[in-house]
């Protein structure tokens, strides 16, 4: 096991409601995150409703071609994707065994390429979030050019009968790095909460953050349905 450190607002609540963890895309790193915008302005709002924060790092994770380098090369070995599943699947499961114990929910928060390990994480992790958020997730990674020669089915794959805890899925009609159907029709299977956006591209902004953070307030009131 490989123990790779990550960002925490943890101790910004003496007694938390629940804990949300963050998980970064392929053009940020876990350290990153505290300080570059509109993650920032994430992290400080999910703290305020009463959130411990803890930003996801994962072995694979760096930024922009070198993440990607690091991933073909990967993908090379294994085209499935099966091994870099593995690989997530230990991570976030020996970064949750060394977190603080919280009374509260569990929330996993992805973007992009992180929101695809949420995702994963929701169904296949042997301890599972209580509630999920996937924001532009790359349900279908085969889309992202330098990804587009390899088979990746089994990264791609989710098991969807084990992801029934509540979850908010956001998507954007005019995303070219990542697509939108796929994550669309996933949405409709679950049964999850959605959002969607018409001009947004692959990016989050703080209209996305308010959004976001609108659902994980309702979530620890009870009530996630009502935000979706």
Known sequence: MVAVAGASLTGCNPAPRGRAIL?????????????TAPFDLLMHRLVAQGWAVDVMPYRTEGRGPAQGATLQSLFTADPTGASVLEMWLEDYEDRVARLPWVDGPTMLIGISWGGLLTLQAAGRATVRPDAFVA????????????????????LSTFDEQSMTMPGLLSWATDDHRTGYQRTAELC???????????????????????????WSSALLAGRAADAG
């Open 188 to 214: 409709a299977r679950l049964g999850c909460d959605s959002r969607e956006y018409d001009s947004l591209g692959h990016n989050t902004t703080p209209e996305v953050v308010a959004n976001l953070t609108r």
């Open 23 to 35: 998980v970064h895309g392929l053009g940020s790193t876990a350290a990153s995150y505290r300080h």
């Open 135 to 154: 924001h532009l997730p790359a349900t279908e990674p085969r889309l992202i050019e330098e990804f587009r020669s390899y088979d990746l089915s089994v």
